[in-house]
């Protein structure tokens, strides 16, 4: 697609329940970023895909937030056991690796809303 | 501990004046800093990139300055009009892209 594309733009769920997330990348792109972003916040990191490399997991806030990308192309952002505090906004975006500015191509988002 | 901080998390400027914001970040030895602008409801949007060598950046009506030694960068928008409110985030590459707080700013008629 033209753009980075993310499903599904809206999602309430039941504390307790397990939601997934997914992330489609422009086409060639190797590096793919997952941020989180609260109400009225930044944007904070959560995980770094680059290549074949191991991702940067450092941000991952817990154990039950979890994320693979398969083939090199499409991510899903897994979170088990959801909590009220983990309402917000999760952006994905990708970049072109080895382009020397880093531009990063944002997606719409998917809104967290767990009650 | 690393930080990257955006003072004056709102910002109201008249219109046609110059709007300028701030990043200032610590512990961190950037490659480069971008810019981006983020309307609400939408993921953000890259605006420009200065690199640790470059002092200064310009695209149109924005500029961009980059001080290593202060740790600090300055975005200025020229002649500002309402369509430029929106927040605006600057962010630092080390490993990975990590981003300020953002400063929301808004452009009064």
């Known amino acids: 697609g033209a753009g980075v594309s993310q499903s599904p733009s809206n999602k309430v769920t039941e504390k307790g329940k397990d939601v997934e997330l997914r992330c489609d990348p422009i086409?060639?792109?190797?590096?793919l970023y997952w941020y989180r972003q609260s109400l009225g916040q930044g944007l904070e990191f959560l995980i770094y895909?680059?290549?074949?490399?191991?991702?940067?997991k450092s941000g991952l806030p817990s154990d039950r937030f979890s994320a693979e990308r398969t083939g090199g192309s499409v991510s899903t952002l897994t979170i088990q056991r959801t909590q009220q505090e983990d309402s917000a906004v999760y952006l994905c975006?990708?970049?072109?690796?080895?382009?020397?500015?880093?531009?990063?191509?944002f997606g719409e988002g998917s809104r967290l809303t767990v009650l | 501990s690393q930080k990257i901080e955006q003072n004056s998390e709102a910002l109201n400027i008249q219109e046609g004046k110059t709007a300028t914001l701030t990043c200032n970040y610590t512990?961190?030895?950037?490659?480069?800093l971008q810019w981006y602008r983020q309307d609400p409801g939408r993921g953000p949007v890259f605006l420009l990139l200065?690199?640790?060598?470059?002092k200064e950046k310009r695209k149109e009506r924005l500029k961009v300055t980059f001080d290593t030694t202060l740790k600090q960068s300055l975005f200025h928008i020229t002649a500002s009009q309402p369509a430029d409110s929106a927040t605006y985030l600057c962010a630092l590459r080390n490993e990975k892209l990590t981003f300020g707080t953002g400063t929301r700013l808004t452009i009064i008629p």
């Open positions: 895909f680059q290549g074949n490399s191991a991702p940067d």
């Open positions: 512990n961190y030895s950037p490659a480069y």
């Open positions: 200065i690199r640790e060598n470059e």
């Open positions: 975006a990708s970049s072109l690796a080895g382009k020397s500015t880093g531009e990063l191509f």
């Open positions: 086409s060639g792109h190797t590096a």
